[in-house]
Nanobody
Framework: VQLQASGGGLVQAGGSLRLSCAAS????????LAWFRQAPGKEREFVAA????????YYADSVKGRFIISRDNAQKTMYLQMDNLQPEDTAVYYC???????????????????WGQGTLVTVSS
């Protein structure tokens, strides 16, 4: 499975961006897809996920109410709409996927087998 993230860029605080993650998986709808991010000097952290088949969504507390994860199974693409961006959202954003995750594993990067290359989001104050 190949994942390709795009859509990063430079935005002022309070602005918006939409990230995309295109996937090559044959059974796209069964994959749990997630966004993680990694700021300089920090560990990779969970941002949001959409559980395959169930359609359940999960968010980190830090982005709840500002970010929305969605997916288009026909286009095999996942999105992350990010509104009211803040400087602390600055990071490289990665999309990740796996088709064998249980719910309790969704928030942990180590459980995902497939990763995109990352896209940089920079929020200026």
């Amino acid at each position: 499975v190949q994942l390709q993230a795009s859509g990063g860029g430079l935005v002022q605080a309070g602005g918006s961006l939409r990230l995309s993650c295109a996937a090559s998986a044959r059974t796209f709808s069964s994959y749990t897809l997630a966004w993680f991010r990694q700021a300089p000097g920090k560990e990779r952290e969970f941002v949001a996920a959409w559980k395959g088949n169930s359609g359940s969504t999960y968010y980190a507390d830090s982005v709840k109410g500002r970010f929305i994860i969605s997916r288009d199974n026909a286009q095999k693409t996942m999105y992350l709409q990010m509104d009211n961006l803040q400087p602390e959202d600055t990071a490289v954003y990665y999309c990740a996927g796996d088709n064998r995750l249980i719910t309790s594993s969704i928030r942990y990067a180590r459980h995902y087998h497939y990763w995109g290359q990352g896209t940089l989001v920079t929020v200026s104050s």
